[in-house]
């Protein structure tokens, strides 16, 4: 049996994934599930957030967002069934490798997937739909009647954000970074109050949410990665709004919910954080495997996801499955950035 790995470099540009030989034990532990891989959704290695948690292997498994079938259970294991649909993402520290036939993963990662939602949609969708319910429900304390300005609302993210915070009617504005994916954006009106083209002009950013929200600004904004300096260069950098405009649109007890794992502010920020009594919250998509302390509201979590799916709530956007062999190539072009995540059909 053959799974995808990464072995780190000195820098990103040495870093390599290789196909190697694995095998499973023959015996599975007490709380244990054998899944046969249907479908494995590959994101980005953060090889710096395993360094910071102790996690150092000279080969680390690639491929954690996985739905497959279940074909055997361990002696105390209590929620699956042999044939059981499943969905789940693997631990940071697991041993397996998402991208193999067949892997052993803890009940408590995994939950039932509803047999009319495909492997292969929620195998990609299950980590950004993951990141979205973290952001709105954990962290910004999402309610009816409040406003939310999603930033790159056209990105797989920023799609589930839009999504789950209008099915509990939250007021809607996102910001779009081509023609392409304003024409998109716009057909999701009247869901969405406003689309604001940045790619235009993105100082046109803060006069017109201030224009729709009543000068009050709004209550929530999630972002894609902010600017800290004015003159970053970059084309994608010059879309993303400057730090100072993000607080600035903040209403009153506002939250900002950030994506850039390097944010500073300086003092005239914190000032004005101050004044509006708003506060910043920072997004890691990797808090609830990370972590065991609330396992229990995680599992709730990814079942609300899979039903939500299952029924429409959440639509993601098509993601075209790339064949096993092609594997390889396609991981490189994820951790290199050039391609925000993929899918592999087993």
């Given at each position: 049996?053959?799974?995808?790995?990464?072995k780190?470099?000195?820098?990103?540009?040495?870093?390599?994934?290789?196909?190697?030989?694995?095998t499973l034990?023959?015996?599975?532990d007490?709380?244990?599930?054998?899944?046969q891989?249907?479908?494995?959704?590959?994101?980005?290695v953060d090889?710096?957030?395993?360094?910071d948690?102790?996690?150092?292997?000279?080969f680390?498994?690639?491929g954690r967002?996985?739905?497959?079938?279940?074909?055997?259970?361990g002696?105390?294991?209590?929620f699956f069934?042999?044939?059981?649909e499943?969905?789940?993402?693997?631990?940071?520290?697991?041993?397996?490798?998402?991208?193999?036939?067949?892997?052993?993963?803890?009940?408590?990662?995994?939950?039932?997937?509803?047999?009319?939602?495909?492997?292969?949609?929620?195998?990609?969708?299950?980590?950004?739909?993951?990141?979205?319910?973290?952001?709105l429900h954990?962290?910004?304390?999402?309610a009816?009647?409040?406003?939310?300005?999603?930033l790159?609302?056209a990105s797989?993210?920023?799609?589930?954000?839009?999504?789950?915070a209008?099915?509990?009617?939250?007021?809607?504005?996102?910001?779009?970074h081509?023609?392409?994916?304003?024409?998109f954006?716009?057909?999701?009106?009247?869901s969405?109050?406003?689309?604001?083209?940045v790619?235009?002009?993105?100082?046109d950013?803060?006069?017109?949410?201030?224009e729709?929200?009543?000068?009050?600004?709004?209550?929530?904004?999630?972002?894609?990665g902010?600017?800290l300096?004015?003159?970053?260069?970059?084309?994608?950098?010059?879309?993303l709004?400057?730090?100072?405009?993000?607080i600035?649109?903040?209403?009153?007890?506002?939250h900002?919910v950030?994506s850039?794992q390097?944010?500073?502010?300086?003092?005239?920020d914190?000032?004005l954080?101050?004044?509006?009594?708003?506060?910043v919250?920072?997004?890691?998509?990797?808090?609830?495997?990370?972590?065991?302390a609330?396992?229990?509201?995680?599992?709730?979590?990814l079942?609300?996801?899979?039903e939500?799916?299952?029924t429409?709530?959440?639509?993601?956007?098509?993601?075209?499955a790339?064949?096993l062999?092609?594997?390889t190539?396609?991981m490189?072009?994820v951790?290199?950035?050039?391609k925000?995540?993929a899918?592999?059909q087993?």
């Open positions: 049996m053959k799974g995808l790995y990464c780190a470099g000195v820098s990103d540009a040495e870093t390599k994934f290789i196909i190697q030989e694995t034990p023959e015996v599975l007490s709380h244990q599930v054998r899944v891989v249907k479908a494995c959704g590959l994101s980005a090889l710096k957030l395993l360094d948690l102790g996690i150092q292997r000279d680390i498994p690639v967002e996985v739905a497959g079938v279940v074909l055997q259970v002696p105390n294991v209590a069934q042999p044939e059981d499943v969905v789940g993402i693997l631990p940071l520290d697991s041993p397996c490798s998402g991208l193999c036939d067949t892997i052993d993963v803890d009940e408590h990662y995994i939950v039932q997937k509803p047999e009319k939602l495909s492997s292969v949609c929620v195998a990609g969708a299950l980590r950004d739909a993951l990141c979205a319910y973290t952001a954990t962290h910004a304390h999402m009816a009647g409040h406003t939310l300005l999603v790159d609302g797989s993210f920023g799609l589930m954000c839009i999504q789950l209008c099915y509990h009617g939250v007021k809607v504005f996102t910001t779009s081509s023609q392409q994916q304003h024409t954006l716009e057909q999701l009106r009247p969405v109050a406003r689309v604001i083209p790619y235009k002009d993105p100082s950013l803060l006069p017109l949410v201030l729709e929200t009543g000068g009050l600004g709004v209550d929530i904004v999630i972002d894609s902010a600017r300096q004015e003159n970053e260069e970059g084309d994608e950098m010059k879309l709004p400057h730090k100072h405009d993000i600035s649109v903040l209403g009153v007890g506002g900002w950030t850039h390097g944010l500073q502010l300086d003092p005239p914190c000032r954080l101050y004044l509006k009594s708003a506060s919250t920072f997004l890691n998509p990797e808090v609830w495997t990370a972590s065991s609330q396992q229990g509201r995680y599992l709730h979590i079942k609300d996801i899979v939500k799916m299952s429409g709530v959440l639509r993601p956007q098509p993601e075209e790339v064949p062999y092609e594997a190539v396609t490189e072009t951790q290199r950035n050039q925000k995540k899918v592999i087993l």
